[in-house]
């Protein structure tokens, strides 16, 4: 599928677009608040929607929309959209700035002394 004609491209894109659309407007799984999370699942979705037959495989030959096991390549696109906003959700809590624990980390615990 590397020298793909305009329909099979078409249909990887709007398999990208529907699994942001639901991953981003109706379920609300964001990274980015804006069009810029939206656009990355996007792009994510298509990557996933085209390496979906592939990987996953050929499923459901009556389910095939110019040369695209539409299925597999679905699992995929919602995937990859997953995994880029879950990757991109634990490297900003990996890398947030962290209070100081040093120096109020007695008085969290004196309820408990008493």
């Not at 990274?31 to 592939?54: C, H, N, Q, R, T």
Request: net charge positive; charged share 10%; glycine share 12%.
């Amino acid at each position: 599928m590397i020298g793909m004609t305009f329909g099979p491209f078409l249909v990887l894109l709007v398999a990208g677009l529907v699994a942001a659309v639901v991953m981003h407007y109706l379920i609300c799984y964001r990274f980015l608040e804006e069009v810029d999370g939206f656009l990355g699942k996007v792009i994510a979705g298509w990557v996933g929607a085209w390496l979906g037959s592939p990987v996953i495989g050929h499923w459901f030959e009556s389910v095939k929309i110019a040369n695209i096991y539409l299925i597999p390549a679905l699992l995929g696109a919602f995937a990859s959209a997953f995994i880029v906003t879950a990757v991109g959700k634990a490297l900003a809590k990996a890398f947030a700035p962290r209070a100081a624990s040093g120096t109020q980390g007695h008085d969290v615990r004196r309820d408990l002394a008493a």
